[in-house]
């Protein structure tokens, strides 16, 4: 029903800014919540950020609060993560999800993209 395909990871110095992007396709990308989570080498998947279908809600984990925005555009079928003031322990495969219900855990995320690499040095 929704395919997802994430883009914008990089390698970067701490402090600099990148923005994900993650591309949708499927007629009811609208009707989802859409989340970003992140993985990063030996830790379990965490919750980075949730947008509601109409943009009007938005919750994120403490560890980013303040630094990252996420934001979708419904019309172009895209959800976004705006991470500025990055940090070594950013470094992480970030990933985003949709799912139908407000919520940070990953497992009622039914539609995942593949994954793109952010790695943040000192």
């Known amino acids: 029903q929704v395919q997802l395909v994430e883009s914008g990871g990089g390698l970067v110095q701490a402090g600099v800014s990148l923005r994900l992007s993650c591309a949708a396709s499927g007629r009811t990308f609208s009707s989802y919540f859409m989340g970003w989570f992140r993985q990063a080498p030996g830790k379990e998947r965490e919750f980075v950020a949730r947008i509601s279908w109409n943009a009007i809600s938005t919750y994120y984990a403490d560890s980013v609060k303040g630094r990252f925005t996420i934001s979708r555009d419904n019309a172009k079928n895209t959800v976004y993560l705006q991470m500025n003031s990055l940090k070594p322990e950013d470094t992480a495969v970030y990933y985003c999800?949709?799912?139908?219900?407000?919520?940070?855990?990953?497992?009622?995320?039914?539609?995942w993209g593949q994954g793109t690499q952010v790695t943040v040095s000192s």
């Open positions: 999800a949709a799912g139908r219900i407000a919520t940070m855990r990953s497992r009622e995320y039914a539609y």
